[in-house]
T-cell receptor, first 114, second 110 residues
Framework: AAGVIQSPRHLIKEKRETATLKCYPI?????VYWYQQGPGQDPQFLISFYEKMQSDKGSIPDRFSAQQFSDYHSELNMSSLELGDSALYFC?????????????FGPGTRLLVL | QKEVEQDPGPLSVPEGAIVSLNCTYS??????FMWYRQYSRKGPELLMYTYSSGNKEDGRFTAQVDKSSKYISLFIRDSQPSDSATYLC??????????WGAGTKLIIKP
């Protein structure tokens, strides 16, 4: 079965650079979520999109922005990167909007900011 | 104090043992309770979810919710080395956001 695809899998950036993470949800899934997970921490919800519209916002810094495109893939744009942005970034998708109880997670993008 | 408390472990048990993983929570409005398994360097994988109090069984896994005590458990029978992973509990609040526990690292020794 198709899963959530994230690219790149690994990314190394320097401070103050920008990064773009991509997420391709499971086909026919209409909702995408972004999470940030620091070492040894639980995932922190950043932002979600339902049917290409931003639906909920969590602890996403103002330096980050995201969008969902017409083909339902989503991109997380991160600017002015800081050392503390080093983390695993997960995308999850679901079907049926935010009330869906089953989010399927991608393998994550490991971002390292030097 | 976090809304969801989970002992980070590690919890080390011999192969074949019954494993008990637990979380407590403070928000009585939580309705949906999930257990995710996360292998190292991989994304969380939904194992089970339950609604309200009661038990739910799926193969070697049993999820238990006690809303009166604000306590949920995941039991793993006949544990295997391949069960070694971090297990995260998560609960859905009234805004349909997932509130996560810290995760318990489980090690099954052959």
């Amino acid at each position: 079965a198709a899963g959530v695809i994230q690219s790149p899998r690994h990314l190394i950036k320097e401070k103050r650079e920008t990064a773009t993470l991509k997420c391709y949800p499971i086909p026919r899934h209409d909702t995408v979520y972004w999470y940030q997970q620091g070492p040894g921490q639980d995932p922190q919800f950043l932002i979600s999109f339902y049917e290409k519209m931003q639906s909920d916002k969590g602890s996403i810094p103002d330096r980050f922005s995201a969008q969902q495109f017409s083909d339902y893939h989503s991109e997380l744009n991160m600017s002015s990167l800081e050392l503390g942005d080093s983390a695993l970034y997960f995308c999850a998708s679901s079907l049926g909007g935010l009330r869906s109880r089953t989010q399927y997670f991608g393998p994550g993008t490991r971002l390292l900011v030097l | 104090q976090k809304e969801v408390e989970q002992d980070p472990g590690p919890l080390s048990v011999p192969e074949g043992a019954i494993v008990s993983l637990n979380c407590t929570y403070s928000n009585s409005a939580f309705q949906y309770f999930m257990w995710y398994r996360q292998y190292s360097r991989k994304g969380p994988e939904l194992l089970m979810y339950t609604y309200s109090s009661g038990n739910k069984e799926d193969g070697r896994f049993t999820a238990q919710v006690d809303k009166s005590s604000k306590y949920i458990s995941l039991f793993i029978r006949d544990s295997q080395p391949s069960d070694s992973a971090t297990y995260l509990c998560a609960m859905m609040d009234s805004n349909y956001q997932l509130i996560w526990g810290a995760g318990t690292k489980l090690i099954i020794k052959p």
